[in-house]
């Protein structure tokens, strides 16, 4: 019938608000499946679960990435970590016939058990000639190469695929002739191993390498372990790779431990700025209508910190009102006013309840330089002019150094690109007079002669210098409260 036909839905699951990459989170942990020794970025539950699997007992991971993404997080990468003696499993695909050749290997990707779930079936074509080759996981259809006239075609077709190398690759085994592989019934791959009861600290702070400086900046967490040298290593790569990281202690760890682990770390830790603890640990629901999980509060610190960068600016911490929770739902231990602020004081932003919701209380950073950087902030918009300002003075590089400097101008013209940007949103802090009259943008950029002498240009060197002024946050707000009796003014 002719018109207008309008259906409605429900939608399911977090809203996906727009993204930022300085929003991402950057995480290391263990889970059912996936790649090791590379990261992944996932953008949403699903892909991370299409690579890396559901929910495990053995991992804090899967529960830390779902709360990540229902928080409001966006982009995250995934640095998988097993044993130092995995196994994947595999499938080998055999032409027909007496004495038939190995045609194709198909091999899980990644190591463990995980593979046996994996089955593989070969079907005779609907054109003449032709095979197809299916790819299921847990029973699903994942993938089908479709109609395939050799060997190679479908492993092209596999590897390419994004559905199926997320769980397999395809190696052609260059058999002599034109043969395919034989018509066969869904076959499982073998159970590999991750060995994972033979991971160590040290595993953890390694697969953080897989975090390429070209990836960009973000926070760092790892919420298998809050281990020392876990801690200690996540630190050293966020000032290595101008990130953050988001430290958390013990589940069962009281006040006055944390106020302990919190003076001790601040202490410890050359890279503090460009750290943040947080505690306690939080309750998130679970699949059974009434059971909670804890887990590691850092997914949920990380979400709000996406989202403070993707509605404000990385000079917006992600703690008050735009933290509270909408998927976290309880906290291991209730903190209030007092103990609150003694967290503060410690280097520790709490996690409380206020007006019946989840909110994280503070933004701190573990630094003692509180004149430059107690606030997590600061350190989050010196990492973004760091990152950006790598990546756009790239494209100055091997250019030609004449006597106009015109060097000089491309430089100073790509920092302000980067800086004033900042400045209109707020994120540097401008100087006023009484009067009202600006006495600087908060950002100053130089790049002349007086840093670049010819002998200087002669090697090559061009030196320009950034100078900023980061605005600070309101965590407290004082106000006094004078009552009148009926006789007197109202002051």
Not at 299 to 317: E, F, N
Request: net charge negative; charged share 15%; glycine share 10%.
């Amino acid at each position: 019938m002719p018109g207008v036909n309008i259906t409605t839905a429900v939608r399911q699951g977090p809203s996906a608000p727009a993204s930022v990459e300085t929003s991402q989170m950057f995480a290391v942990g263990l889970a059912e499946s996936g790649p090791s020794g590379e990261a992944t970025l996932v953008t949403s539950l699903a892909e991370f679960e299409a690579v890396y699997g559901g929910y495990v007992s053995y991992a804090y991971l899967h529960p830390t990435i779902q709360t990540f993404f229902e928080e409001g997080g966006t982009r995250a990468y995934i640095s998988r970590v097993v044993g130092p003696e995995p196994t994947t499993g595999s499938i080998t695909l055999s032409e027909g016939g007496v004495g038939g050749e190995d045609v194709i290997t198909i091999t899980a990707n990644g190591a463990g058990a995980w593979s046996s779930n994996v089955t593989v079936q070969v079907t005779a074509g609907t054109a003449a000639g032709t095979f197809i080759i299916l790819i299921r996981k847990n029973g699903n259809l994942v993938y089908s190469t479709g109609n395939c006239s050799s060997v190679t075609q479908a492993v092209g077709r596999i590897n390419s695929s994004t559905a199926a190398s997320a769980i397999v690759t395809a190696e052609d085994l260059q058999a002599t002739g034109s043969p395919q592989p034989e018509v066969s019934a869904a076959t499982a791959l073998s159970a590999g191993d991750d060995d994972r009861s033979a991971i160590v600290v040290a595993d953890y702070v390694t697969a953080l390498n897989n975090f390429l400086d070209s990836y960009g900046t973000g926070v760092v967490v790892c919420p298998e372990s809050s281990h020392t040298t876990i801690q200690t290593g996540l630190a050293t790569h966020a000032n290595t790779y101008s990130r953050l990281a988001y430290l958390f202690g013990a589940f069962d760890d009281t006040i006055a431990e944390t106020k302990t682990a919190g003076f001790n770390l601040s202490a410890a830790d050359a890279n503090s700025e460009h750290v943040a603890y947080f505690y306690p640990w939080v309750y998130i629901p679970t699949s059974t209508n009434g059971i909670n999980r804890l887990i590691p509060p850092v997914g949920y610190a990380a979400a709000k910190r996406a989202l403070a960068h993707i509605q404000t600016g990385a000079h917006q911490p992600g703690a008050g009102l735009i933290s509270a929770a909408r998927f976290v739902n309880g906290v291991a231990t209730d903190i209030d006013k007092t103990n609150g602020d003694a967290l503060d004081d410690a280097y520790v932003n709490a996690i409380r309840i206020i007006n019946n919701t989840v909110r994280i209380y503070g933004a701190r950073s573990m630094s003692s330089d509180i004149d430059n950087f107690r606030y997590i902030t600061a350190q989050d918009v010196v990492n973004q002019v760091v990152v950006e300002a790598n990546r756009s003075l790239e494209d100055l590089l091997f250019g030609v150094i004449d006597g106009r400097n015109t060097v000089f101008a491309s430089v100073e013209s790509k920092l302000f690109a980067i800086l004033e940007p900042l400045r209109v949103r707020g994120a540097l802090f401008e100087a006023f007079d009484a009067t009202g009259k600006r006495i600087d943008f908060g950002y100053t950029v130089k790049c002349d002669s007086t840093l670049n002498p010819t002998s200087q240009l002669a090697t090559g060197l061009v030196k320009a210098r950034v100078g900023l002024r980061v605005s600070s946050v309101g965590d407290k707000i004082e106000v006094d409260i004078i009552k009148s009796n009926l006789t007197k003014s109202v002051v």
